[in-house]
């Protein structure tokens, strides 16, 4: 098999293992005949067809399918509000299981284009609304919640029009904004996200499962955490607008709110009715990647789950370790280009400050590593793109250019570069099957790729300039180096997979 196809399937069973249904069965059980209880990690809570549901997110419709299979005759009523298309493009890859049954009693609502709030999304957000708010202190309200939920559950708090907040968060994300900054805003401007939706299901017990897409998982963030208490103020919102030069320019109505908003953190409200639980992560799909890799016979190394930061440096990052790898393939790891590569690398390392690496720690596991072995190097997380440019892509494309353009100019600048002898291969590919606004999840990259590009007609440098990465990859050996999945029903952030393996060993 060749590189490609192992990193593929590295891929696709990380991504497979964080699928809703299997995750949701580990979670959630049904049991008792005569006095039924629901079991969540633990806990029990007592049923008596009395169960809501109510989702939003990227993977909920598949959570929402093995829901209703878990909780049977319980469950009275559901509102999913999901992606638009993704029933279509569901059914076409052939995941049944992520599709409702016919007379399902869950309502599906489609929505948020391209991950932006629409007017399809507010209508579900709306009804999900109602719902909530019709709950008595007999019922148990069931809420799914995974990535892409901050898109699909809008409720500008009036007299904010959904055009502006939308606006207001384009904004933002074009500027570099995190999504913990995203959502800081988001939360101070909407009814149901910041604990809002809790609140308005009280007092029926609320049971939320977390299909995490933010690094740490902090419950307040994920999908603005409209079942969590916020441990934010709208002083901070205040400050993510002003770090981002928006507080001259914002619209009345958020004027309005936020001058209306207390300004001191709120006294800690009561979520005692409310039991939230993350029920998959990124970390979990890293995991299985490793255990295939190992099958594969790869030694396989999880580097973090949380790698974040701007894109041009976890870039050089790989770049510094992928050279390092190549360079202990030599037997030159030692040596004095070794030694320094390892600098590099823990300098760049230290000013990403990624949670929870210990690179040093790290890199003593890379050291003794021989020949013998292909070696896979696995990591996880969400980088942040600033864009300067026009162009159309995401954070995985640009990231496996990028990465793809320094091993070229790492090439260039070292006579007989150790990376000319070996086989490489970068994957960065996006959980939930969408990268940015395009129709690709990822892409894949080697130390060629510019080269080649470059016979083509197609300069690397230029379209990366431009954040043109979907236009160039589509192009480039006709889309050839593309990592397509369509919609995958989960979203656990983004996985890169590193191969390498001698040339004369494989
Ligand atoms: N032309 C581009 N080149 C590179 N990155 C881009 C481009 N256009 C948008 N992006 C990035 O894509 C990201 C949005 O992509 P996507 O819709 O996959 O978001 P997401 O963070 O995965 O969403 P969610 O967290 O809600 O699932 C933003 O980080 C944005 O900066
Ligand atoms: O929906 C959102 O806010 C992001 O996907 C983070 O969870």
Known sequence: MSLREHVLSLFRSAVGTVRPAPMLKRAVKLQGDGCPQLIVKGRAFPVKRNLYLVGFGKAVLGMAAAAEEILGDHLIRGIVSVPLGIQESLQRAGMQEMLLKPHSRIQVIEGARNNLPDPEALRGAGAIQELAQGLTADDLL?????????????APIPPILLEEKEKLTKMLASRGAAIQELNIVRKTLSLLKGGGLARLAYPAQVVSLILSDVIGDPLDIIASGPTAASSHSVQDCLQVLAKYNLLQSLPESVETVLSSSPTKRAAPEDYSHVCNVIIGSNALALDEAKRQAEGLGYVALILSAAVCGDIGH??????????????GFAGLGEGPLGNEVRGNLLQLAAELDIPGLNLAEFL??????????????????ETTVRLR????????????????LGLHRAQGAEASSPLGRCEIIFLSGGTDGQDGPTG???????????????QEGLDAEAFLNNNDSYTFFSHFQRGRHLLVTGLTGTNVMDIQAVLIRPKDRS
């Open 314 to 327: 976890v870039a050089a990052l790989y770049c510094h370790l992928i050279r390092l790898l190549c360079l």
């Open 440 to 454: 690709a999840a990822g892409a894949f990259c080697s130390p060629e790729l510019v080269d080649e590009a470059f």
């Open 364 to 381: 003593q596991a890379l050291r003794g590593l021989g020949p013998e072995k292909p070696v896979c190097i696995l990591a996880g997380g």
């Open 142 to 154: 069931l809420v799914l919640i995974s990535g892409g939920g901050s898109a699909l559950l809008p």
């Open 389 to 404: 440019g026009t162009g159309k892509g995401g954070r995985n494309q640009e990231l496996a250019l990028r990465v793809g």
